[in-house]
Protein backbone atom coordinates (compact mmCIF):
# COMPACT_ATOMS: atom_id res chain seq x y z
CA UNK A 1 0.00 0.00 0.00
CA UNK A 2 1.10 3.61 -0.72
CA UNK A 3 1.69 6.58 1.44
CA UNK A 4 -1.85 7.59 0.73
CA UNK A 5 -1.12 10.23 3.35
CA UNK A 6 1.44 11.93 1.52
CA UNK A 7 0.91 15.49 -0.09
CA UNK A 8 3.33 15.28 -3.06
CA UNK A 9 2.27 17.63 -4.98
CA UNK A 10 1.71 20.47 -2.34
CA UNK A 11 5.48 19.28 -1.24
CA UNK A 12 6.79 19.20 -5.22
CA UNK A 13 5.77 22.50 -5.65
CA UNK A 14 7.03 24.37 -2.03
CA UNK A 15 10.79 22.31 -3.60
CA UNK A 16 10.17 23.77 -7.11
CA UNK A 17 9.45 27.32 -5.05
CA UNK A 18 12.76 27.37 -3.10
CA UNK A 19 14.70 26.42 -6.10
CA UNK A 20 13.80 29.37 -7.99
CA UNK A 21 16.41 31.25 -6.09
CA UNK A 22 19.07 28.63 -7.16
CA UNK A 23 18.80 28.81 -10.67
CA UNK A 24 22.05 30.63 -12.54
CA UNK A 25 21.65 33.92 -13.27
CA UNK A 26 23.23 33.26 -16.06
CA UNK A 27 20.37 31.21 -17.88
CA UNK A 28 18.09 32.48 -19.86
CA UNK A 29 13.95 32.76 -18.63
CA UNK A 30 13.37 29.62 -21.15
CA UNK A 31 16.28 27.39 -19.55
CA UNK A 32 15.59 29.11 -15.52
CA UNK A 33 11.97 27.73 -16.60
CA UNK A 34 12.85 24.34 -17.83
CA UNK A 35 14.52 23.59 -14.34
CA UNK A 36 12.02 24.30 -12.84
CA UNK A 37 9.46 22.89 -14.80
CA UNK A 38 11.52 19.70 -14.74
CA UNK A 39 11.94 19.07 -10.94
CA UNK A 40 8.72 19.48 -10.01
CA UNK A 41 7.35 17.55 -12.96
CA UNK A 42 9.70 14.99 -11.57
CA UNK A 43 8.64 15.54 -7.92
CA UNK A 44 5.15 15.06 -8.73
CA UNK A 45 5.35 11.86 -11.02
CA UNK A 46 7.58 10.39 -8.27
CA UNK A 47 5.25 11.48 -4.84
CA UNK A 48 2.03 10.00 -7.01
CA UNK A 49 3.85 6.90 -7.62
CA UNK A 50 4.69 6.62 -3.65
CA UNK A 51 1.37 7.56 -2.64
CA UNK A 52 -1.08 5.81 -4.99
CA UNK A 53 0.87 2.60 -6.26
CA UNK A 54 -0.29 -0.23 -4.17
CA UNK A 55 2.64 -2.28 -4.97
CA UNK A 56 4.86 0.23 -2.79
CA UNK A 57 5.17 0.01 1.13
CA UNK A 58 7.01 3.08 1.81
CA UNK A 59 6.12 5.65 4.61
CA UNK A 60 5.26 9.08 4.46
CA UNK A 61 8.90 9.78 5.39
CA UNK A 62 9.93 7.70 3.21
CA UNK A 63 8.49 8.58 0.60
CA UNK A 64 9.22 12.59 1.08
CA UNK A 65 13.25 11.41 0.82
CA UNK A 66 12.66 9.64 -2.35
CA UNK A 67 10.90 12.61 -3.60
CA UNK A 68 13.60 15.09 -2.30
CA UNK A 69 16.17 13.39 -3.64
CA UNK A 70 14.58 13.28 -7.25
CA UNK A 71 14.02 16.79 -6.89
CA UNK A 72 17.09 17.63 -5.79
CA UNK A 73 19.40 15.47 -8.56
CA UNK A 74 16.17 16.63 -11.08
CA UNK A 75 17.78 20.38 -10.33
CA UNK A 76 21.54 19.51 -10.81
CA UNK A 77 21.49 17.50 -13.58
CA UNK A 78 19.14 19.88 -15.30
CA UNK A 79 21.59 22.71 -14.80
CA UNK A 80 23.78 20.42 -16.16
CA UNK A 81 22.36 19.46 -19.05
CA UNK A 82 21.61 22.54 -20.02
CA UNK A 83 25.18 23.89 -19.72
CA UNK A 84 26.54 21.24 -21.34
CA UNK A 85 25.61 22.28 -25.33
CA UNK A 86 23.70 19.36 -26.25
CA UNK A 87 20.33 20.57 -28.50
CA UNK A 88 17.70 21.26 -26.74
CA UNK A 89 15.55 18.15 -28.37
CA UNK A 90 17.66 15.90 -26.56
CA UNK A 91 17.39 17.32 -22.76
CA UNK A 92 14.13 15.59 -22.32
CA UNK A 93 15.05 12.43 -22.98
CA UNK A 94 18.09 12.67 -20.88
CA UNK A 95 16.51 13.83 -17.71
CA UNK A 96 13.79 11.04 -18.00
CA UNK A 97 16.76 8.21 -18.01
CA UNK A 98 18.35 9.74 -14.72
CA UNK A 99 14.99 10.54 -13.17
CA UNK A 100 13.83 7.01 -13.97
CA UNK A 101 17.41 5.77 -12.45
CA UNK A 102 16.63 8.19 -9.12
CA UNK A 103 13.51 6.79 -8.65
CA UNK A 104 14.29 2.72 -9.13
CA UNK A 105 17.75 2.83 -6.91
CA UNK A 106 16.13 4.88 -3.81
CA UNK A 107 13.15 2.56 -3.68
CA UNK A 108 15.83 -0.67 -3.85
CA UNK A 109 17.96 1.24 -1.49
CA UNK A 110 15.02 1.81 0.87
CA UNK A 111 14.03 -1.47 0.49
CA UNK A 112 17.10 -2.97 1.81
CA UNK A 113 17.39 -0.87 5.00
CA UNK A 114 20.40 1.33 3.65
CA UNK A 115 21.36 3.90 5.88
CA UNK A 116 20.98 7.58 4.29
CA UNK A 117 24.41 7.97 3.93
CA UNK A 118 24.84 4.74 1.91
CA UNK A 119 21.58 5.68 -0.36
CA UNK A 120 23.08 9.17 -1.25
CA UNK A 121 26.69 7.69 -2.40
CA UNK A 122 24.62 4.80 -4.52
CA UNK A 123 22.15 7.11 -5.68
CA UNK A 124 24.62 9.77 -6.68
CA UNK A 125 26.74 7.29 -8.23
CA UNK A 126 23.62 5.90 -10.85
CA UNK A 127 22.72 9.25 -11.24
CA UNK A 128 25.85 10.35 -12.58
CA UNK A 129 26.32 6.87 -14.24
CA UNK A 130 23.19 7.43 -16.04
CA UNK A 131 24.45 11.09 -17.01
CA UNK A 132 27.24 9.86 -18.94
CA UNK A 133 25.80 7.09 -20.31
CA UNK A 134 23.00 8.90 -21.76
CA UNK A 135 25.36 11.76 -23.17
CA UNK A 136 27.46 8.90 -25.06
CA UNK A 137 24.90 7.22 -26.13
CA UNK A 138 24.12 10.38 -28.07
CA UNK A 139 27.54 10.84 -29.24
CA UNK A 140 27.47 6.36 -29.99
CA UNK A 141 24.39 8.05 -32.74
CA UNK A 142 26.50 10.71 -34.18
CA UNK A 143 24.00 13.37 -32.70
CA UNK A 144 27.36 15.22 -30.55
CA UNK A 145 30.87 14.81 -31.44
CA UNK A 146 33.41 13.22 -29.14
CA UNK A 147 34.43 16.94 -27.80
CA UNK A 148 30.82 18.16 -26.82
CA UNK A 149 30.44 14.45 -25.13
CA UNK A 150 33.61 15.20 -22.79
CA UNK A 151 32.46 18.49 -22.04
CA UNK A 152 28.63 17.69 -21.22
CA UNK A 153 29.98 14.82 -19.44
CA UNK A 154 32.52 17.22 -17.24
CA UNK A 155 29.03 18.86 -16.25
CA UNK A 156 28.29 19.02 -12.35
CA UNK A 157 26.21 21.59 -11.19
CA UNK A 158 26.51 19.61 -7.60
CA UNK A 159 30.37 20.18 -7.65
CA UNK A 160 30.14 23.67 -8.81
CA UNK A 161 27.94 25.39 -6.22
CA UNK A 162 30.07 23.23 -3.66
CA UNK A 163 33.00 24.97 -5.45
CA UNK A 164 30.79 28.61 -4.69
CA UNK A 165 30.44 27.63 -1.38
CA UNK A 166 33.69 27.55 -0.60
CA UNK A 167 34.64 30.83 -1.86
CA UNK A 168 31.99 32.26 -0.32
CA UNK A 169 33.26 30.59 3.31
CA UNK A 170 36.77 31.41 2.48
CA UNK A 171 35.72 35.09 1.69
CA UNK A 172 33.50 35.19 4.47
CA UNK A 173 35.07 34.16 6.99
CA UNK A 174 38.58 37.00 5.64
CA UNK A 175 35.75 39.97 6.15
CA UNK A 176 34.30 38.40 9.32
CA UNK A 177 30.81 38.22 8.51
CA UNK A 178 30.02 35.10 9.91
CA UNK A 179 31.35 36.45 13.12
CA UNK A 180 28.85 39.49 12.93
CA UNK A 181 26.12 36.62 12.84
CA UNK A 182 26.90 35.87 16.77
CA UNK A 183 28.40 33.38 18.33
CA UNK A 184 25.36 32.51 20.69
CA UNK A 185 26.22 28.61 20.70
CA UNK A 186 29.34 28.91 21.77
CA UNK A 187 28.84 31.39 24.68
CA UNK A 188 26.19 28.93 26.32
CA UNK A 189 28.45 25.89 25.97
CA UNK A 190 31.18 25.74 23.40
CA UNK A 191 31.15 21.74 24.19
CA UNK A 192 27.01 21.30 23.44
CA UNK A 193 26.12 19.30 20.50
CA UNK A 194 22.80 20.35 19.37
CA UNK A 195 19.58 18.91 20.35
CA UNK A 196 17.70 16.24 18.08
CA UNK A 197 15.03 18.94 17.27
CA UNK A 198 18.05 21.77 17.19
CA UNK A 199 17.90 21.24 13.20
CA UNK A 200 14.90 18.99 13.01
CA UNK A 201 13.98 16.12 10.57
CA UNK A 202 12.39 18.17 7.27
CA UNK A 203 9.14 15.45 7.58
CA UNK A 204 8.85 16.36 11.13
CA UNK A 205 8.23 20.28 10.43
CA UNK A 206 7.59 20.51 6.10
CA UNK A 207 7.59 23.66 4.87
CA UNK A 208 5.90 25.84 8.12
CA UNK A 209 7.68 25.95 11.60
CA UNK A 210 6.21 28.19 14.24
CA UNK A 211 7.58 31.35 15.40
CA UNK A 212 8.64 29.29 18.49
CA UNK A 213 10.75 26.67 16.71
CA UNK A 214 12.39 28.56 13.89
CA UNK A 215 15.78 27.28 13.16
CA UNK A 216 18.25 29.85 14.43
CA UNK A 217 19.64 31.42 11.20
CA UNK A 218 23.31 30.62 12.41
CA UNK A 219 23.02 26.69 13.27
CA UNK A 220 21.10 26.25 10.05
CA UNK A 221 23.61 28.21 7.89
CA UNK A 222 26.74 25.93 9.57
CA UNK A 223 24.99 22.98 9.37
CA UNK A 224 24.39 23.53 5.71
CA UNK A 225 27.57 24.06 5.01
CA UNK A 226 28.88 21.04 7.41
CA UNK A 227 26.10 19.19 4.68
CA UNK A 228 28.06 20.33 1.73
CA UNK A 229 31.97 19.62 3.07
CA UNK A 230 30.46 15.78 3.61
CA UNK A 231 31.03 15.73 0.04
CA UNK A 232 33.89 17.48 -0.53
CA UNK A 233 37.60 16.07 -0.68
CA UNK A 234 38.88 16.77 2.96
CA UNK A 235 42.27 18.40 2.10
CA UNK A 236 39.78 21.13 0.68
CA UNK A 237 37.44 21.00 4.00
CA UNK A 238 40.41 21.60 6.04
CA UNK A 239 41.65 24.55 4.07
CA UNK A 240 38.52 26.17 4.47
CA UNK A 241 37.86 25.30 7.91
CA UNK A 242 41.56 27.23 8.79
CA UNK A 243 40.33 30.07 8.15
CA UNK A 244 37.10 30.09 9.57
CA UNK A 245 36.93 31.19 13.60
CA UNK A 246 37.70 28.66 16.08
CA UNK A 247 33.93 28.80 16.66
CA UNK A 248 32.44 28.58 13.72
CA UNK A 249 35.35 25.36 13.06
CA UNK A 250 33.98 23.84 15.75
CA UNK A 251 30.73 23.48 15.04
CA UNK A 252 30.70 22.93 11.63
CA UNK A 253 32.99 19.66 12.29
CA UNK A 254 30.50 19.06 14.73
CA UNK A 255 27.52 18.35 12.41
CA UNK A 256 29.39 16.94 10.16
CA UNK A 257 29.33 14.04 12.26
CA UNK A 258 25.73 14.21 12.68
CA UNK A 259 24.75 10.73 10.32
CA UNK A 260 21.43 12.22 9.73
CA UNK A 261 22.79 16.03 8.96
CA UNK A 262 20.82 16.11 5.83
CA UNK A 263 17.48 14.13 7.23
CA UNK A 264 17.73 16.99 9.95
CA UNK A 265 18.04 20.15 7.85
CA UNK A 266 15.57 19.02 5.26
CA UNK A 267 15.13 20.47 2.04
CA UNK A 268 13.73 23.37 2.63
CA UNK A 269 15.45 24.70 4.78
CA UNK A 270 18.79 23.35 3.18
CA UNK A 271 17.06 25.61 -0.03
CA UNK A 272 16.19 28.36 2.12
CA UNK A 273 19.89 28.27 3.56
CA UNK A 274 21.28 28.28 -0.27
CA UNK A 275 19.58 31.18 -1.29
CA UNK A 276 21.08 33.49 1.49
CA UNK A 277 24.74 32.78 1.17
CA UNK A 278 24.03 32.90 -2.78
CA UNK A 279 22.57 36.19 -2.12
CA UNK A 280 25.16 37.11 0.00
CA UNK A 281 27.85 35.68 -2.11
CA UNK A 282 30.21 38.63 -3.74
CA UNK A 283 29.42 39.24 -7.16
CA UNK A 284 32.50 38.66 -9.55
CA UNK A 285 32.83 41.07 -12.30
CA UNK A 286 35.36 39.18 -13.93
CA UNK A 287 32.86 36.83 -14.79
CA UNK A 288 30.44 39.19 -16.73
CA UNK A 289 30.47 38.80 -20.52
CA UNK A 290 31.37 42.21 -21.62
CA UNK A 291 34.14 41.48 -19.13
CA UNK A 292 35.41 38.48 -21.04
CA UNK A 293 35.10 40.20 -24.10
CA UNK A 294 37.19 43.28 -23.82
CA UNK A 295 39.76 40.91 -21.49
CA UNK A 296 40.20 38.59 -24.75
CA UNK A 297 40.48 41.83 -26.77
CA UNK A 298 43.16 43.45 -24.76
CA UNK A 299 45.45 39.53 -25.24
CA UNK A 300 44.87 39.81 -29.00
CA UNK A 301 45.51 43.79 -29.23
CA UNK A 302 49.20 43.06 -28.26
CA UNK A 303 49.48 39.48 -30.95
CA UNK A 304 50.11 39.00 -34.17
CA UNK A 305 47.73 36.99 -36.06
CA UNK A 306 50.13 34.06 -36.20
CA UNK A 307 51.00 34.62 -32.76
CA UNK A 308 46.78 34.42 -31.32
CA UNK A 309 46.64 31.19 -33.56
CA UNK A 310 49.51 29.62 -32.62
CA UNK A 311 49.09 30.19 -29.50
CA UNK A 312 45.03 28.61 -29.62
CA UNK A 313 46.30 25.92 -31.79
CA UNK A 314 46.80 23.17 -29.38
CA UNK A 315 43.58 24.91 -27.69
CA UNK A 316 39.94 22.68 -27.60
CA UNK A 317 37.65 24.05 -30.30
CA UNK A 318 35.05 25.80 -27.40
CA UNK A 319 38.45 28.16 -26.94
CA UNK A 320 39.19 29.07 -30.13
CA UNK A 321 35.56 29.77 -30.53
CA UNK A 322 35.58 31.72 -27.31
CA UNK A 323 38.41 33.86 -28.42
CA UNK A 324 37.06 34.35 -31.98
CA UNK A 325 33.47 35.32 -30.99
CA UNK A 326 34.93 37.49 -28.62
CA UNK A 327 36.85 39.51 -31.69
CA UNK A 328 33.87 39.99 -33.21
CA UNK A 329 32.02 41.41 -30.19
CA UNK A 330 30.37 38.32 -29.55
CA UNK A 331 30.70 35.95 -26.33
CA UNK A 332 30.29 32.52 -26.92
CA UNK A 333 28.08 31.29 -24.11
CA UNK A 334 28.58 27.22 -24.65
CA UNK A 335 31.42 27.82 -22.05
CA UNK A 336 30.52 28.47 -18.86
CA UNK A 337 30.98 32.25 -17.43
CA UNK A 338 33.36 30.98 -14.92
CA UNK A 339 35.61 28.69 -17.05
CA UNK A 340 35.52 31.74 -19.81
CA UNK A 341 36.87 34.30 -16.97
CA UNK A 342 39.67 32.03 -16.39
CA UNK A 343 40.62 31.36 -20.11
CA UNK A 344 40.09 34.81 -20.78
CA UNK A 345 42.62 35.65 -17.90
CA UNK A 346 45.17 32.56 -18.86
CA UNK A 347 45.39 34.07 -22.15
CA UNK A 348 45.73 37.64 -21.00
CA UNK A 349 48.36 36.86 -18.62
CA UNK A 350 50.43 34.94 -21.42
CA UNK A 351 51.48 37.66 -23.05
Not at 12 to 33: R, Y
Not at 145 to 152: G, K, S, V
Not at 192 to 206: E, K, L, M, S
Request: aromatic share 6%; with cysteine; hydrophobic share 40%.
Amino acid sequence: MGAADFKYEEFAQNLAAQAVGLVPAEFSDEQKQYVINTLGNFSVMAGKALAEDPNLNFDVEQSTYITQIIAEWSFHKSVDVIRSGIPRQYWDSIMQKIAYTIFEVAKQAFSQGMPSDQIIEVVEHHVNKAYVDAVTELKDKGIIDEELMEFAASQSNMNKMAQEMQEQAAQAAAQGALQDEGKALQQENPNQIPPQNAIPAQVQNNSQVSESNKIDSKVMKLATVAMLFKRMNQDKVQSILNQLSEEDAVAVIRYMKLPDLKERIGAHNALRCLQEIKLNLPKNTDLTPVKVINTIKDFASKCSQNDIETMLRKERMGVKRLVFSALEDKFYDKIPPKVASIVATHLHNSV
